[in-house]
């Protein structure tokens, strides 16, 4: 599982940096969060051993797309003065956040017997992003 997760994150690279140059980033998003979205929920469900490969893929690829996409998006919603400083803000609160994640997940486990519901609130989670990004918009600074 770890293989398919690393080979769908590299494609999820180079295909979120292809597909954002192609597409308004807004649908590239909303696609990223309900596939991750699916991913958790299979999981969740206790989805058959034939599906981990799947889910596996789809939060590579998710996993891939994340910081490319905040660097694409930055600059085309609050300019390139504003890069830097909220480039560090978003990412210090992402990597923050993560770590804190770890050990909230791990409770949960230990004091339900599973991984279950945080999954459900991670998929939730991923459902009002999709929702979020849906709404956001032209570009204000086109950088084309």
Do not use: N
Request: some cysteine.
């Amino acid at each position: 599982m770890q293989s398919a997760l690393g080979l769908a994150l590299i494609v999820g690279r180079i295909g979120t940096g292809w597909l954002l140059d192609r597409v308004h980033a807004s649908v590239v998003l909303v696609g990223m969060c309900v596939a991750a979205s699916i991913a958790l929920l299979l999981l969740y469900a206790g989805a058959p051993f034939g599906t981990a490969p799947l889910c596996a893929i789809l939060l590579g690829l998710v996993i891939g797309a994340e910081f490319d996409a905040l660097g694409y998006l930055i600059p085309r919603y609050f300019g390139q003065k504003s890069f830097g400083r909220l480039y560090a803000a978003i990412f210090a609160s992402f990597q923050l956040f993560s770590a804190a994640a770890i050990p909230v997940v791990g409770m949960v486990k230990s004091s339900t017997g599973s991984y279950g519901p945080a999954l459900g609130v991670l998929a939730g989670v991923m459902i009002v992003a999709a929702f979020a990004f849906s709404r956001i918009g032209p570009y204000r600074y086109p950088t084309r």
